[in-house]
């Protein structure tokens, strides 16, 4: 299992050059701003802002991040180009397109996604699991089923691992243009617990990447759910009830800002720790730690900037101190649980 955030990246995932994950989330504002920046759906006279963000797992840091109302579909805000080569993208279902997908696959990425319960691919052929001998000559015949009737038909426990065809665009009859389909591998895990299908595709290579192996890299995806939660709670962005626009986006900035650093000297911490520590400081750890010295922390940024003095004993100082906190705090969990109990 993955911990709150990979000190490097390991097994199958370091054959990327990076895995960028995406996600987006909602912002409260006051309900003043309510005209400027309506909720989505139904929430009357509410306001909220959207923070769409792409996270390293390399650098354990973001990536890219945008602002907009509550209403910009997620789906809108993500950009697929020539730097895709070699990473990973792993994204929620708010961003799930077709067109995006093989986009990616045009210039040479690699995805992995759940698939909508809406979807309709067929399936055209089955790389692992057990089937009937009627839907083997189904597909052999190529009468292919579509996924849910696949899935309904075969039992319901194990993996399968499946090629589907998804039909990437339709036909358009006024301009005489042919659908356009491609295949893509498709991986069913049984859930025992609650009784469902859990379907993920992708273009990884069945001979390089098995389906476990799928399951595991999807679970980077957790990182980023973890930075928003961060946001939230330790950089008070949870209920942001400020009725002034303005306002509003600087204190987002500041606190975006506030991360950005965070995380880059995150990074650079990890460096100095010896490699078999490093799993054990994970970042909201570090967020909690970073908030004590922040203001040591900008001081010596400060003077560093627009002083005269040389600043490398404080730095070598608060290095010290930010470790020796990280430590101290990784080993008192225990003591403070039992303390609480009483």
């Known amino acids: 299992m993955i911990l709150e955030c990979p000190a490097q990246l390991k097994n199958q995932a370091k054959r990327f050059k990076d895995i960028l994950i995406q996600d987006s989330s909602i912002i409260r504002l006051s309900q003043k701003l309510s005209g400027d920046y309506p909720a989505a759906r139904s929430r009357d006279n509410a306001a909220g802002l959207k923070i769409h963000a792409v996270l390293s797992a390399r650098a354990h840091s973001v990536k890219t991040i945008e602002i907009t109302g509550e209403r910009v579909h997620d789906s809108k805000m993500l950009r697929i180009g020539r730097e895709v080569k070699d990473v990973l993208i792993i994204n929620d279902l708010g961003y799930y397109s077709l067109k995006t997908f093989s986009r990616i696959n045009h210039y040479r990425g690699f995805f992995v996604s759940r698939v909508k319960t809406n ?41 399968y691992d499946l090629v589907c065809s998804f039909e990437i665009e339709k036909a358009q009859n006024r301009t005489n243009k042919i659908p356009i389909i491609e295949d893509y591998r498709v991986v069913c895990f049984w859930n025992e617990k609650r009784s469902t299908w859990h379907v993920y595709m992708t273009n990884l290579p069945a001979d390089k990447f098995n389906p476990d192996e799928i399951y595991e890299l999807y679970k980077y995806r957790w990182i ?44 650079w911490i990890l460096t100095k720790i010896e490699p078999d520590e490093r799993e054990k400081y994970g970042p909201m750890l570090w967020s909690k730690v970073f908030a004590e010295k922040s203001n ?46 009483f």
């Open 119 to 159: 979807a309709k691919p067929e399936v055209v052929s089955v790389v692992s699991g057990q089937i009937s001998k009627k839907l083997k000559k189904s597909i052999d015949d190529k009468n292919y089923p579509n996924l849910s009737s696949f899935l309904e038909h075969v039992p319901k426990k194990g993996i």
């Open 296 to 341: 040591e922390f900008l001081s010596i940024l400060h003077q560093n900037l627009f002083g005269n003095k040389d600043v490398l004993e404080r730095w070598n100082w608060l290095e010290k101190s930010l470790r020796h906190l990280a430590k101290s705090r990784h080993e008192k969990p225990r003591f403070s649980q039992r303390f609480t109990v």
């Open 224 to 267: 980023i759910e973890l930075l928003f939660k961060e946001l939230k709670s330790d950089y008070d962005l949870g209920n942001l009830l400020l009725g002034n626009s303005p306002l509003a986006y600087i204190h987002i900035y500041s606190m975006l800002i506030r991360l950005i650093i965070s995380r880059n000297l995150y990074s």
